[in-house]
């Protein structure tokens, strides 16, 4: 019989393991406090927006016709309990704390609380939230104090992007487990039994060597960004071109080319907050001084938000006061709908609280970003946001932008003046339609 799994927390990452789970043959239920997304996800719709995921629902959600039928959603924990799962996947959210660099693990925590007297014996629990390193030694102490008999806790953290999140999923280019037991790795290598038969490595080790992988793989990322945003700093100081360099050190495969797009630095639900959290757990542990190299990561990352206002306060004669300003995106990278600590949305506010009129168009980031932002103008376009504009922000490089004709642009802005915070435009065909095409870390044309 094959497995039944559940899914605690139907977010960006639940939403997307629930339906992958059940694409790879288990029964599964997915359980959110959310109602409204709870309601959406029963219908087969994509609370947010993650290409191929609504596909991926349409095709096992139960009740839709032709589906396999094999994935429900509830809010009620005693369905949990009734389902009786033999894997129950923990995905969370793990904030920033209010005020502070620490995780909040309060929602791991009351997840846990919940799960723990409601699973059969037997059962295993694995957490995939991204949590400072002894979580899971902690939670293990809470399973044996509360869950029945012979239920065993595995870390298995989630590496996937967000718009890209169905394929990482289901074809990742690592899984790795934290376990304390040969019983947790043995079911975890037939959950993934898929993925590892087709070549994803299945990388097996203790709890807090998981747990740290994840956070390690996050600095990682987080540094190398940062690291081609100081480049950039340098070749504006000094005339080069960050892009030419990005390209040139990117041929030596000990560096790669991934990675290494300067423009207004990282934002999301996850690299800024897992960054800081990594600093305040290592200080904890009395391991500080090991991560203030972080400390720079994020500052030169900060550094970036200013400086795009900086180069528009510039655009627009030295003060944002009765100026308009389009700003070009709002997520925090294209193909996602997700705004959380989004480097535009941050700039835009920016200039917005300096008394500039600051006009926003995205083309799936509105409904989040009018949430989070309500004082900003939004336009249905990026034609109406432009028009009128004094000095046009490009802030999140979406397909859509590229394709945009600067010719027609040009003809309702104020001012042909455009700042491309992504180094993603044809500065070229730009300047031909008679722009003063800048970007970040780049000559001055
Ligand atoms: N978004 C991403 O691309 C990735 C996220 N992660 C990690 O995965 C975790 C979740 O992230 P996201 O999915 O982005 O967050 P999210 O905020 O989109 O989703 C979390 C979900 O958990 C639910 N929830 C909160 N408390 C609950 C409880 N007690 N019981 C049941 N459900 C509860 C929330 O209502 C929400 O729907 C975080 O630790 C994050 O760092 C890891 C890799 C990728
Ligand atoms: O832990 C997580 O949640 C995830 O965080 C990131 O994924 P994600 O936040 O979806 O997005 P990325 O593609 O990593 O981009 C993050 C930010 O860095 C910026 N970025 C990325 C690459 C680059 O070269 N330059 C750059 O500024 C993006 O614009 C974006 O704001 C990691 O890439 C995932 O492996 C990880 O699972």
Same mark, same amino acid.
């Given at each position: 019989?094959?497995?039944?799994?559940?899914?605690?927390? /139907?977010?960006?990452?639940?939403?997307? &393991?629930?339906?992958?789970?059940?694409?790879?043959? @288990?029964?599964?239920?997915?359980?959110? +406090?959310?109602?409204?997304?709870?309601?959406?996800?029963?219908?087969?719709?994509?609370?947010?927006?993650?290409?191929?995921?609504?596909?991926?629902?349409?095709?096992?959600?139960?009740?839709? $016709?032709?589906?396999? $039928?094999?994935?429900?959603?509830? !809010?009620?924990?005693?369905?949990?309990?009734?389902?009786?799962?033999?894997?129950? @996947?923990?995905?969370?959210? !793990?904030?920033?704390?209010?005020?502070?660099?620490?995780?909040?693990?309060?929602?791991?925590?009351?997840?846990?609380?919940?799960?723990?007297?409601?699973?059969?014996?037997?059962?295993?629990?694995?957490?995939?939230?991204?949590?400072?390193?002894?979580?899971?030694?902690?939670?293990?102490?809470?399973?044996?104090?509360?869950?029945?008999?012979?239920?065993?806790?595995? =870390?298995?953290?989630?590496?996937?992007?967000?718009?890209?999140? +169905?394929?990482? /999923?289901?074809?990742?280019?690592?899984?790795?487990?934290?376990?304390?037991?040969?019983?947790?790795?043995?079911?975890?290598?037939?959950?993934?039994?898929?993925?590892?038969?087709?070549?994803?490595?299945?990388?097996?080790?203790?709890?807090?060597?998981?747990?740290?992988?994840?956070?390690?793989?996050?600095?990682?990322?987080?540094?190398?960004?940062? @690291?081609?945003?100081?480049?950039?700093?340098?070749?504006?100081?000094?005339? $080069?071109?960050?892009?030419?360099?990005?390209?040139?050190?990117? &041929?030596?495969?000990?560096?790669?080319?991934?990675?290494?797009?300067?423009?207004?630095?990282?934002?999301?639900?996850?690299?800024?907050?897992?960054?800081?959290?990594?600093?305040?757990?290592?200080?904890?542990?009395?391991?500080?001084?090991?991560?203030?190299?972080?400390?720079?990561?994020?500052?030169?990352?900060?550094?970036?938000?200013?400086?795009?206002?900086?180069?528009?306060?510039?655009?627009?004669?030295?003060?944002?006061?009765? !100026?308009?300003?389009?700003?070009?995106?709002?997520?925090?990278?294209?193909?996602?709908?997700?705004?959380?600590?989004?480097?535009?949305?941050? +700039?835009?506010?920016?200039?917005?609280?300096?008394?500039?009129?600051?006009?926003?168009?995205?083309?799936? #980031?509105?409904?989040?970003?009018?949430?989070?932002?309500?004082?900003?103008?939004?336009?249905?376009?990026?034609?109406?946001?432009?028009? $009128?504009?004094?000095?046009?922000?490009?802030? /999140?490089?979406?397909?859509?932008?590229?394709?945009?004709?600067?010719?027609?642009?040009?003809?309702?802005?104020?001012?042909?003046?455009?700042?491309? #915070?992504?180094?993603?435009?044809?500065?070229?065909?730009?300047?031909?339609?008679? =722009?003063?095409?800048?970007?970040?870390?780049?000559?001055?044309?």
């Amino acid at each position: 019989m094959a497995l039944k799994i559940t899914v605690i927390g /139907t977010g960006y990452l639940g939403a997307t &393991h629930a339906a992958a789970m059940a694409e790879l043959g @288990f029964e599964v239920l997915g359980l959110d +406090v959310v109602p409204e997304k709870v309601a959406a996800l029963a219908a087969g719709r994509v609370p947010m927006y993650e290409p191929g995921l609504e596909e991926l629902l349409g095709r096992h959600v139960a009740g839709i $016709g032709g589906s396999s $039928g094999r994935l429900r959603f509830t !809010t009620s924990w005693d369905e949990l309990e009734h389902f009786g799962g033999d894997v129950h @996947f923990v995905c969370v959210n !793990t904030p920033q704390k209010h005020g502070e660099y620490a995780c909040d693990m309060a929602y791991v925590d009351a997840a846990f609380a919940s799960l723990a007297p409601r699973v059969k014996g037997g059962a295993l629990v694995v957490g995939k939230s991204t949590v400072p390193v002894g979580s899971a030694g902690r939670l293990a102490g809470l399973l044996a104090e509360h869950a029945p008999e012979g239920v065993d806790l595995a =870390w298995n953290p989630e590496f996937l992007r967000e718009g890209f999140a +169905v394929r990482d /999923t289901l074809h990742p280019d690592r899984i790795v487990v934290g376990v304390d037991g040969d019983r947790a790795e043995k079911l975890l290598r037939e959950v993934y039994a898929a993925p590892i038969a087709e070549g994803s490595p299945f990388v097996v080790t203790d709890f807090p060597t998981a747990e740290l992988v994840k956070t390690s793989a996050n600095s990682f990322l987080a540094t190398k960004i940062s @690291f081609i945003n100081a480049m950039a700093e340098v070749c504006e100081a000094a005339g $080069g071109d960050v892009v030419k360099l990005a390209e040139a050190i990117g &041929h030596d495969e000990r560096i790669g080319r991934k990675f290494l797009r300067a423009g207004i630095g990282f934002g999301g639900g996850c690299l800024p907050k897992d960054i800081r959290a990594f600093m305040a757990r290592a200080g904890e542990l009395g391991a500080d001084q090991a991560l203030t190299f972080l400390r720079e990561v994020d500052s030169i990352n900060m550094r970036r938000r200013g400086h795009m206002v900086e180069l528009a306060r510039e655009a627009v004669g030295g003060s944002f006061l009765g !100026t308009r300003v389009a700003v070009l995106g709002a997520t925090f990278k294209p193909d996602s709908d997700d705004v959380r600590d989004s480097p535009a949305l941050n +700039v835009a506010g920016q200039i917005h609280l300096q008394g500039g009129q600051v006009t926003v168009y995205d083309p799936k #980031g509105m409904d989040n970003a009018r949430l989070l932002f309500p004082t900003l103008r939004y336009a249905d376009s990026a034609l109406e946001a432009v028009r $009128g504009a004094d000095v046009v922000l490009h802030l /999140t490089e979406w397909r859509e932008f590229r394709e945009l004709d600067p010719a027609a642009l040009g003809r309702v802005a104020s001012h042909r003046v455009v700042l491309d #915070g992504r180094n993603a435009l044809d500065g070229a065909e730009w300047r031909e339609a008679g =722009w003063t095409y800048r970007a970040m870390g780049r000559p001055r044309a």
